[in-house]
T-cell receptor, first 111, second 113 residues
Framework: GENVEQHPSTLSVQEGDSAVIKCTYS??????FPWYKQELGKRPQLIID?????GEKKDQRIAVTLNKTAKHFSLHITETQPEDSAVYFC??????????FGAGTTVTVRA | DAGVIQSPRHEVTEMGQEVTLRCKPI?????LFWYRQTMMRGLELLIY????????DSGMPEDRFSAKMPNASFSTLKIQPSEPRDSAVYFC???????????FGSGTRLTVV
């Protein structure tokens, strides 16, 4: 099955700086790549996703890039704010219904 | 829309007891997923249904776990007998189509003592 690796496992940034999380996947057939944010004690929530026919997608302060050749994709958060502190999960899918999740990145934004 | 509704929110049970977790997906979503989340193993897919039919249960850890979806608006995940290592947060999620992302429920925090 699909194997998704996520780095780093923890990330501490100064408020206002950028944060970047990187994921690699194993199966070149994967074509859907969502990102989820999970605040402490809450449910994971979809924040952005990208499909294989697109190289980059932006939504306000967050952006995702995809390199299908290298089989990696990244989440970029600019101008970080305290409310960006959470665990972020990447995921990949080649199966029509099944997402494979990365292990998660705990992001802490220091005031 | 009330979102994906899970019950109970918290469950504490003794080892050996039967535990039943419940999920009501978002109306109109035809895919339903059960995930388990622990610090050690992250988010693990246990089973998913499409149009009430189990499609893949390869993530179910052992025969003590079973899941059903008798209709489009209800699913259960049952553990019998429960063991301390089953302690985790169990999430249900639903989706209208795989490229449209999942919506997760609030989860059930299970503690088996």
């Amino acid at each position: 099955g699909e194997n998704v690796e996520q780095h780093p496992s923890t990330l501490s940034v100064q408020e206002g700086d950028s944060a970047v999380i990187k994921c690699t996947y194993s199966d070149s057939a994967s074509n859907y790549f969502p990102w989820y944010k999970q605040e402490l004690g809450k449910r994971p929530q979809l924040i952005i996703d990208i499909r294989s026919n697109v190289g980059e997608k932006k939504d306000q302060r967050i952006a995702v890039t995809l390199n299908k050749t290298a089989k990696h994709f990244s989440l970029h958060i600019t101008e970080t704010q305290p409310e960006d502190s959470a665990v972020y999960f990447c995921a990949a899918s080649m199966d029509p219904y099944k997402l494979s999740f990365g292990a998660g990145t705990t992001v802490t934004v220091r005031a | 829309d009330a979102g994906v509704i899970q019950s109970p929110r918290h469950e504490v049970t003794e080892m050996g007891q039967e535990v039943t977790l419940r999920c009501k997906p978002i109306s109109g979503h035809n895919s339903l997923f059960w995930y388990r989340q622990t610090m050690m193993r992250g988010l693990e897919l246990l089973i998913y249904f499409n149009n009430n039919v189990p499609i893949d249960d390869s993530g179910m850890p052992e025969d003590r776990f079973s899941a059903k979806m008798p209709n489009a608006s209800f699913s259960t995940l049952k553990i019998q007998p429960s063991e301390p290592r089953d302690s985790a947060v169990y999430f249900c999620a639903s989706s209208p189509g795989w490229e449209l992302g999942y919506t997760f429920g609030s989860g059930t925090r299970l503690t088996v003592v």
